[in-house]
């Protein structure tokens, strides 16, 4: 039997949406720890999903309106880096549509 109750306790205690400011400063923060999780993870099998570990938490406090814009930032962190491959991908349970 589903709880309503405790689904709807579960979805209140989400993340709220972020201002742009706010994604911005965690964005800031995910470039600048790049050169730290390059040296510690040279091997992209390695990087790569700590790398999207970090960006969904990110991608994920981002408004509908902001989504796209976020995903555009991550891959330009990610290209100015050398390691835009197609090996990211966004959040299963992205905003997207």
């Known amino acids: 039997m589903v709880n309503t109750r405790e689904i709807l306790e579960h979805k209140l205690t989400q993340p709220l949406s972020k201002t742009r400011q706010e994604i911005e400063s965690m964005l800031a923060e995910l470039e600048r ?9 040279p091997d992209d099998a390695d ?3 700590l ?9 994920r406090v981002a408004g509908a309106g902001d989504y796209e814009w976020v995903m555009d930032r ?11 491959e197609g090996e ?4 299963n349970d992205s905003q997207a549509t």
């Open 33 to 41: 720890a790049m050169p730290q999780l390059f040296k510690q993870n």
């Open 47 to 49: 990087f790569m999903p």
């Open 51 to 59: 790398f999207a570990d970090r960006a969904d938490v990110i991608a």
């Open 74 to 84: 991550i891959d330009a962190i990610l290209d100015r880096s050398g390691k835009l």
């Open 88 to 91: 990211y991908l966004p959040p």
